[in-house]
């Protein structure tokens, strides 16, 4: 009769369970059988094993690994060996701004580039000299040469500028003849005129310009800039357009000499690279052997200027870092115009080579290896935490799965943004920005725009981040809450049981509020150590998410829990009371 019933109830099982669906089928495991130790051990090494791959590739989206430079700079030439180069082509000038940057980085090869250079200043001859420049100044009074001093003081010498101005009245070149012509510029605002008291910097250095465009110093599109610039202000005689270019060329005549600047001016594409570089010289003007150096490494100065202006003094560091490694990290670094990230323990060479060959492919496979330590981490949950086969058909099962690896993929996304160093530190500075022209004292007013326009604030991307990973954290507490709710309404038991399960868990239901002041709390003290930038949006985020999150779960899916399980205690009958025996 017992084995009968046995069957009976084996064949009720069985029928419920293909009326239901079966949990174990979708993938999950039925609570009450013991879990697969091995298999748990499995997932779980299978994900830390992804996630170190993940870590360990040499890919970022907003930094460069260290690793990736020094890969960059084996075997290219260094700072010493730019200066050496510099004394085998008589030029002494560049070969001493590498000598003191190599001495600031402290190469190896720095006594050699000295003693090149003291053995390349000691040969007799025109060693060291430019023929084209020295034939004009042969007959000047002043015994120094511009291949030997800066090329601005040396042209506020009257005798100077004489010989100069010779040499220029019989051009032929229409370039050459247009910016003689802006000496007679009347109405300037920078400058004092060439034709007043004071005006000798403003000639010198339209002098020195043309000087510069007749023995072709300046790159092509440079010079074709600067010829259109010049017939355009004779034209319209407005110079503050053509005042800004002689304010840029100044700053750098002030610091370099013929040769140094020859060197950095045929590099120089436009006007607008020429004002960027000009404005380093001015601002950090102690620096300027390492950007010049670094100029000349990477054959492109508008890309050095653009990175340093962009990052500021931190960008000087990793700019001075990339030189140090050699030519080829210097174009890393400014081609990919990315700050220098962090070193987070060892990288293989072969991974740095191939994030240099394949940086996009690269970065993709870190990304991937992030989701697939996510879904192993899934696969984990599953194990640990069984499904109630009581009260759940195939649909509710699979929306529990679908909730967990929503979570695990919420998860995934925080371990790839931890992995991203610079994630929440704001890239740019405004520390090389600064400039101070101030208008001489002339009777010319300063021309204003009526037609000024206001740029609008634009958000920061770590702000943006920060509050997607607010958002991020708050979208897994309101799927844990989910699940909770749904598996006490499927639990066996009666609705008074749930009501008291649902209630002993307010708590949980309030985790999201917990979590947003949390992460409140914590951005404003990583804002105040300096560890972000200070942004209140950034940081009040999280507490207004916690805020909504919770009044989602408790008005939304709580209360119509409890309305549903009152509903269903009143629909059932009151228990019959048991009569006492006599």
């Known amino acids: ?134 034939g004009i100044f042969r007959r000047s009074t002043n015994s120094a040469s511009p291949t030997a001093e800066a090329m601005l003081p040396f042209l506020l010498i009257e005798a100077n500028r004489a010989a100069l101005r010779e040499h220029l009245a019989s051009s032929r070149s229409p370039g050459g003849r247009a910016i003689l012509a802006t000496r007679d510029l009347s109405t300037t605002v920078e400058f004092i005129p060439v034709n007043q008291p004071g005006g000798q910097p403003f000639e010198a250095t339209i002098l020195l310009a043309a000087l510069l465009y007749e023995g072709e110093r300046f790159a092509p599109t440079l010079a074709q ?85 962009r990052f500021g003094k931190a960008g000087l560091a990793d700019l001075t870092r990339a030189i140090a490694q050699g030519e080829g990290a210097v174009r890393l670094l400014v081609g990919q115009q990315m700050p220098v990230g962090p070193a987070r323990g060892w990288v293989p060479g072969f991974l740095a080579a191939w994030t240099l060959k394949a940086p996009r492919v690269m970065l993709a496979t870190k990304v991937l290896l992030f989701l697939l330590a996510g879904l192993v981490f899934f696969l984990v949950w599953r194990e640990l935490s069984p499904v109630q086969p009581a009260g759940r058909g195939a649909a509710g099962v699979r929306m529990i799965h679908f909730q967990r690896a929503v979570a695990a993929g919420c998860l995934a996304l925080l371990l790839l943004a931890a992995g991203e160093p610079l994630l929440f530190k704001p890239l740019g500075s405004s520390d090389f920005r600064l400039r101070l022209k101030l208008p001489v004292l002339t009777n010319s007013p300063v021309p204003t725009s009526k037609n000024t326009t206001v740029t609008k604030p634009s958000m920061e991307l770590s702000t943006i981040l920060s509050v997607l990973i607010f958002a991020a954290l708050q979208v897994g507490v309101y799927s844990v809450c989910l699940m909770k709710i749904r598996e006490i309404e499927m639990s066996p038991g009666s609705p008074q049981l749930k009501l008291r399960l649902m209630e002993n868990e307010e708590n949980l239901f309030d985790s999201g509020l917990y979590i947003g002041i949390a992460g409140t709390a914590t951005a404003l003290v990583l804002q105040v150590v300096g560890v972000i930038k200070a942004d209140l949006l950034a940081a009040y985020a999280s507490n207004l998410f916690g805020i909504v999150c919770v009044a989602l779960i408790k008005i939304r899916h709580v209360r119509a829990a409890k309305h549903r399980l009152i509903l269903e205690s009143q629909a059932e009958p009151a228990p019959q009371p048991v009569l006492p025996l006599a």
């Open 225 to 309: 800039d600067i010829r259109q610039l010049a017939e355009r202000t004779s034209q319209t005689r407005l110079a503050t357009e053509w005042e800004s270019f002689c304010f840029d060329l100044l700053a750098l005549g002030r610091r370099l000499d013929w040769l140094q600047l020859s060197e950095l001016l045929r590099l120089v594409p436009n006007l607008k690279a020429l004002n960027g570089f000009a404005q380093l010289v001015q601002v950090t003007p102690d620096d300027l052997p390492l950007f010049y150096s670094a100029a000349l490494l990477a054959q492109s100065p508008d890309r050095v200027a653009t990175y340093l202006l």
């Open 1 to 134: 009769m017992n084995g009968d019933e046995n069957s009976l109830d084996a064949a009720r099982w069985r029928a419920s369970r293909t009326a239901r669906g079966n949990p174990a089928e979708e993938g999950g495991r039925l609570a009450g059988t013991p879990p697969d130790l091995k298999r748990i051990l499995l997932f779980a090494g299978l994900s830390a094993l992804l996630l170190g791959l993940g870590m360990l590739l040499p890919a970022n989206w907003k930094s460069l690994h260290p690793a990736l430079l020094e890969r960059a700079g084996q075997g290219t030439s260094s700072v010493s060996d730019l200066g050496l180069a510099a004394v085998a082509a008589q030029k002494p000038g560049v070969a001493n701004l590498a000598l003191t940057a190599a001495q600031s980085l402290k190469d190896d090869q720095v006594a050699k580039l000295r003693a090149a250079l003291v053995a390349g200043q000691a040969k007799a001859g025109a060693a060291g000299r430019d023929a084209y420049i020295d």
